[in-house]
């Protein structure tokens, strides 16, 4: 029994004597309550050895060895794998206050830690955390910069600055905050889809295209991936690359139907009708798209001179989205049927499902090239026509003025006889 309290006193003396050392070291009050606890448990002690009796139980000799011997024990350890238990501490407690919603207290913490320990990486993140939620972006990126030098591998929080950047509208530097990540983690998937997105937003395609390509090294099963690369394609007027990423797309997820109606598009301009009803018979099941499908295969019939499915298709796109009737009227296409065109009243009055802004716009730069192509050809005739009647116009006077010379050469003949 001797034994036992002289070894715990040894242990709990020279426990006690290494803490108090790290506080007059470290300057830092958290050390305090470690002392303190340790402190009782060494009074407990003393008083098993004075007065016994009620202090000599097991549940005081249990609290005993906690207090003075296993806490402070557990602190020597984590200090002496490389962590710091005061920061520990200030962390614990900030996400107390920040759950408890008092997040003025957190950061008041937070900031004295780091006053104290200016390279503390997980101070910094939870502070970027909460002027982040504050609104404070500005300082939301600082705080991550000096979590980024603390660990030179958080690649998360290289990537977090970059969607700040990129949300106060500092697009070069997020670009380049996005470059210098891909390149010392190049499977890094968020960080090579958002930097596809801010090429493609600047026009820089090529750049882009780099991009989602060495994205495709790591994750070749993306559909996400295919169709990103499809716009851009797109975008390049390179259709035919453009619709084999679109393909892809769509073999991956069948119920990509953006990537259908874009094929669809690329279809027309290749003028192949047959694959583009097909794909955008498809998109019927897509309920953003359906008004927009309908609208397209009245299109298609009416080239093909099928004007009875024309007018029911073009009569089921207005009455999906009445818009299309506007849209309809103006084209030359539909003259022929558009004294057939109806509104029908709806009983239940349906909300038009709304596109991604991305999708909508690549479906309407080809929409574009569609009709600017068709203007093209018509144009080509139309100086085809021209060039022909100008031709016959050189024939016809040639033609006369042969005849007006022969008919002089007869003239003179006569005078001369």
């Known amino acids: 029994m001797l034994i036992e309290k002289f070894i715990f006193n040894i ?172 390149q010392n983690k190049p499977e890094y998937y968020k960080a090579s889809t958002l930097l596809g997105e801010l090429l493609y937003s600047q026009e820089r395609f090529k750049e882009a295209v780099t991009v989602y390509q060495d994205a495709l090294k790591y994750k070749p099963a993306d559909f996400e991936l295919y169709y990103s690369l499809g716009m851009v394609y797109t975008r390049l007027n390179d259709f035919s690359s453009a619709k084999e990423c679109y393909e892809k797309a769509a073999e991956i997820n069948h119920r990509l139907y953006n990537s259908k109606y874009n094929l669809g598009q690329i279809a027309l301009i290749e003028k192949d009708l047959e694959a583009a009803e097909e794909y955008f018979a498809e998109c019927l099941m897509s309920e953003e798209l359906e008004a927009k499908a309908y609208y397209q295969l009245a299109k298609i019939y009416m080239v093909k001179g099928e004007k009875d499915k024309a007018i029911v298709f073009a009569n089921k796109a207005i009455e999906i989205d009445e818009s299309y009737l506007k849209i309809i009227s103006k084209e030359n296409i539909f003259e022929p049927i558009k004294q057939y065109l109806t509104v029908k009243v709806k009983m239940e009055e349906k909300e038009v499902k709304k596109q991604n802004p991305k999708d909508l716009e690549i479906q309407n730069y080809l929409e574009e090239t569609l009709y600017l192509i068709k203007d093209m050809n018509e144009n080509e005739i139309k100086n085809r026509v021209s060039k022909h009647v100008d031709e016959i116009f050189e024939q016809e006077e040639l033609k006369k003025m042969q005849e007006e010379r022969l008919q002089e050469d007869e003239n003179t003949e006569e005078k001369v006889k």
């Open 11 to 182: 242990l709990a003396f020279s426990l006690f004597i290494i803490i108090f050392s790290k506080l007059i070291r470290k300057n830092d009050t958290n050390y305090v309550v470690i002392l303190v606890i340790e402190a009782i448990g060494i009074a407990i002690n003393f008083l098993e050895l004075l007065i016994g009796g009620i202090f000599a139980t097991v549940i005081s000799k249990i609290l005993m060895y906690i207090m003075a011997i296993i806490l402070p024990t557990i602190v020597i350890l984590i200090e002496y794998s490389g962590n710091n238990f005061s920061e520990i501490i200030s962390i614990l407690e900030a996400k107390f206050l920040i759950l408890i919603g008092d997040k003025k207290a957190a950061k008041t913490i937070l900031i004295n830690m780091m006053e104290k320990y200016p390279d503390t990486y997980k101070g910094h993140i939870l502070l970027a955390q909460i002027y982040e939620k504050e609104g404070g972006n500005r300082k939301a990126i600082d705080e991550y910069v000096k979590a980024v030098d603390a660990n030179k591998r958080d690649y998360d929080s290289y990537y977090r600055i970059a969607e700040l950047l990129n949300d106060l509208d500092k697009k070069d530097e997020a670009i380049t905050m996005l470059q210098n990540l891909l």
